[in-house]
């Protein structure tokens, strides 16, 4: 007995375990990625070890009306979003503008930066978006020369990808808590890399990017994927990763979530870096 005891212990003690799970709302209900089967995984991701305790508000289909849909965002210290479809009503996004500028958490998952190009402070949120018409007029694109993100004011598209395949993150802002702890390469798994993002790029941090190759039919340019960003009082996470369940079945994928919404939440990370983490060698998918 003593024997099977002992590593399930370790085990419980290596766990970190959290006093006051964080409040957490998911919105989604239009995406034209499988909201439907990824958000149960990102909420299984964000309640392990009693991070927190996630809600789902699921906005009516494409083509119904919008109106109803009034998430009560300050019951929660963080929204994350896994939508991409019709812009709110006025009172939904000014009750949104007024939740994260006072200091409430955003978290934007992937195609989520693909949504509402027209409205701006949503933009300013998520520092660089894609599609939706966006170009030049939507701001520049972030790219790294020399060692720093520079704003880039080429003319041309906003937002593509090429091939979906496996590729290599790399830590661009190893101090920040999000990153803190985090091998400065790690791979991940089969994914869409986003590139050519362009928007307002204010008050952004990139903490990670990825080279987008060619050969892939990608820029040919090393692609922000993880910011952070500041917007009010509020703090903004936003990863550009997720494309469907391989990506997100991914301890890489999961551990920055988790991460990244502890910190947009509170401004602090006391998550450990999981054990099984990946490395620049080899993948680690979740189960």
Known sequence: MKSLLTPLLLAA???????????VLIVDGQNNHAWAQTTPELKKILEENGLATVDVATAPAKGQDLNGFEPNF?????????????????????????????????????AANNSFPEWLAYNEMIGLGGWGGRSEKSGPYLRLREGKWTADTTVGRGGSHGAQHEFTIEVQAPKHPIMAGLPPKWKHSKDELYDR????????TVLASAFSDAATKGSGENEPL??????????????????????????????????????????????????????????????
């Open 197 to 204: 993002l362009r928007g307002p790029a204010q008050n952004v």
């Open 74 to 110: 300050f019951a929660y210290q963080v929204v994350v979003s896994n939508y991409n479809g019709a812009l709110w009503s006025d009172k939904t996004r000014s009750e949104f503008e007024k939740y994260v500028s006072n200091g409430g958490g955003f978290v934007s998952v992937h």
């Open 226 to 287: 993880l910011f952070a960003i500041d917007y009010g009082k509020g703090r903004v996470f936003h990863t550009a990763l997720g494309h469907g369940l391989e990506a997100i079945k991914d301890v890489g994928f999961a551990t920055t979530l988790q991460r990244g919404t502890e910190w947009a939440a509170t401004g602090k990370v006391t998550q450990k870096v999981p054990a099984n983490f990946p490395t620049e060698a080899a993948l680690s998918p979740r189960p």
């Open 13 to 23: 003690l290596s766990a970190t375990v959290y006093a006051a799970p964080l409040k």
